[in-house]
């Protein structure tokens, strides 16, 4: 079983759509929980992230995490074409500086 | 402040050929990466430098080797270039100052070998 797992999609939705992305991990010594944003032929960028448990909202955008389950996700309100980009999962141990990261979902935002 | 570049930005190599790939950061940090991204497989670690210094094997580091040339700069280079090697390569770096040890990736080279 590989440490993270993301579904890599793709994932097609309507302009003001609601959007659901998970991942869902192994290792219980994960601790800082991040979303990073790909858009095509470019390098990702940091979305958001989370310490532990817990929400974080962000304008549009909302990270979860539920340690006891070991799954986290990223909701993206009243979605927008611009959304329309690679959503990769990565998580790091406490003391480590290493990411680990999902597969990436795809999203397509249609207008 | 141009943050991290890579060069190049594309590549052709034949098998057997070797090659350096080149990535800089103007952003004072202390820890730099190399990942390949291939799809359907994500992003994998393929060497790292914690610090000006000192490198570490990654996830896939066989095929590889890298240089940390100073504290700005660190490549990748290919010795022997197989067709499995044929990826995007990312390189990526981080402070180590803060919490989210957000890391920041330059714009990638595409890498073909025939």
């Known amino acids: 079983q590989k440490e993270v797992e993301q579904d890599p999609g793709p994932l097609s939705v309507p302009e003001g759509a609601i959007v659901s992305l998970n991942c869902t991990y192994s290792?219980?010594?994960?601790?800082?929980f991040m979303w990073y944003r790909q858009y095509s032929r470019k390098g990702p960028e940091l979305l958001m992230y989370?310490?532990?448990?817990g929400n974080k909202e962000d304008g549009r955008f909302t990270a979860q995490v539920d340690k006891s389950s070991k799954y986290i996700s990223l909701f993206i309100r009243d979605s927008q074409p611009s959304d329309s980009a690679t959503y990769l999962c990565?998580?790091?141990?406490?003391?480590?500086?290493?990411?680990?990261f999902g597969k990436g979902t795809l999203l397509t935002v249609n207008p | 402040n141009a943050g991290v570049t890579q060069t190049p930005k594309f590549q052709v190599l034949k098998t057997g050929q070797s090659m350096t790939l080149q990535c800089a950061q103007d952003?004072?940090?202390?820890?730099m990466y190399w990942y390949r991204q291939d799809p359907g497989m994500g992003l994998r670690l393929i060497y790292y430098s914690a610090s000006e210094g000192t490198t570490d094997k990654g996830e896939v580091p066989n095929g590889y080797n890298v240089s940390r040339l100073n504290k700005r700069e660190f490549s990748l280079r290919l010795e022997s270039a197989a067709p499995s090697q044929t990826s995007v390569y990312f390189c990526a770096s981080n402070a180590r100052d803060r919490q989210t040890y957000e890391q920041y990736f330059g714009p990638g080279t595409r890498l073909t070998v025939t």
């Open positions: 952003m004072n940090h202390n820890s």
């Open positions: 989370t310490y532990s448990s």
């Open positions: 290792n219980s010594a994960f601790q800082y």
């Open positions: 990565a998580m790091k141990r406490g003391s480590n500086y290493k990411l680990t």
